[in-house]
């Protein structure tokens, strides 16, 4: 088990998967599973790690830009590692993503995508390979496409024992 001092996310859920990478999140550490129903295991992180302690100046903040986005359908079409290991799950169109998260990173510059260390890309995390996961094993799990609806943005907080919904904004 990892121990961290958690951190807030702002994603989009994606319930059609939530099973799939809750099993695997169990499997590999079972203190980040969460016990609230609709909080979404299986995501597509706009920003984080975002902001410890957020104010209602904050949320409004947030709301503002995800009310400029209409909902929108996409699907997890391919799935790919990285250079690192990471397994991951790509949406088309990636276009709305993109834009929330230039959007959100631009209203909350104290806290850039994945605290400025990689590029911004959307993506679902599924697996690592250090824990034995491959593309082919991957593949045997999911069949892809995956169709999904984003209507809602959630503020997630991830830690040891205390992953739980925050706040949530619909889109539009």
Known sequence: MIRTGGHTVIAIAVPELDAVVRERTERYDASFVSADDGFGHAHVTLLGPWLPDP?????????????????????????????RGLLMLVPEPAAPFERLTAALAAAFPETPPYAGEFEP????????????????????????????????VQLQRWANDDCRVLHTWGLG
């Open 121 to 152: 890309r959307p993506h679902l995390t599924l697996d690592h390979v250090d824990t034995g996961a491959s593309l082919a094993s991957l593949a045997a799990e999911v069949v892809l496409p995956v169709a999904s609806r984003a209507t809602e």
């Open 55 to 83: 104010g209602p100046a904050d949320l409004d903040r947030v709301g503002g830009v995800v009310a400029a986005e209409p909902a929108f359908d996409f699907a997890l079409t391919r799935a790919e590692q990285t250079s």
